[in-house]
């Protein structure tokens, strides 16, 4: 439940910041997919407060992006967090390190039945674009690697060799 109450104190923090005083500060919410940066996991609801070039964000969403089952060894919750910082350069790219949730996984253990949920975190390094579609709308597409190299990889490996998989994502949101 933490990241839940993260979440919305930064929303209630976001909207509240939208003033005259803070005309320079422009916050946004957003709601995205991708492969766990940014977003807090699969699928991720997030918010973003933007001044001039830098950003910060955090975001929460679920690690495996479906249900846990109902009887599991491991980390409790399917939910998971993520923060971090953005520098946009001239028309919409940007560069970015976070750190939250780079990996999550549902295995067995030898002896044991019951599945075993376990959730890695970690620091990615994203480059990406942002732009406006349309008013207050935006779309963001992001690509990047983690402090973890063998989270970059896909799993598993297929005819001894390991697939590149990088952080990707997609993006909608509305900045206020």
Do not use: W
Request: aromatic letters at 16%; hydrophobic letters at 40%; glycine letters at 14%.
């Amino acid at each position: 439940m933490k990241p839940i109450r993260l979440f919305l104190i930064t929303f209630l923090l976001l909207i509240v910041s939208n003033t005259i005083i803070f005309s320079q500060v422009k916050p946004s919410v957003y709601a995205g997919v991708g492969t766990g940066t940014n977003l807090g996991g699969i699928v991720g609801i997030g918010g973003e407060v933007k001044y001039n070039f830098l950003s910060l964000n955090v975001a929460v969403g679920n690690a495996l992006g479906e249900q846990l089952p109902e009887h599991h060894t491991g980390a409790k919750s399917g939910f998971s967090y993520d923060f971090g910082c953005k520098l946009y350069a001239k028309f919409g790219v940007f560069g970015g390190i976070n750190y939250g949730l780079i990996g999550a996984s549902l295995s067995t253990k030898s002896g044991q039945e019951e599945l075993h949920f376990e959730k890695n975190y970690g620091f990615s390094f994203t480059v990406g674009y942002r732009r406006v579609i349309y008013q207050h709308i935006y779309g963001l597409a992001y690509a990047g690697l983690t402090s973890d190299k063998d989270q970059n990889y896909l799993l598993p490996a297929f005819f001894d060799k390991r697939g590149f998989l990088p952080r990707m994502g997609l993006i909608v949101g509305y900045e206020f």
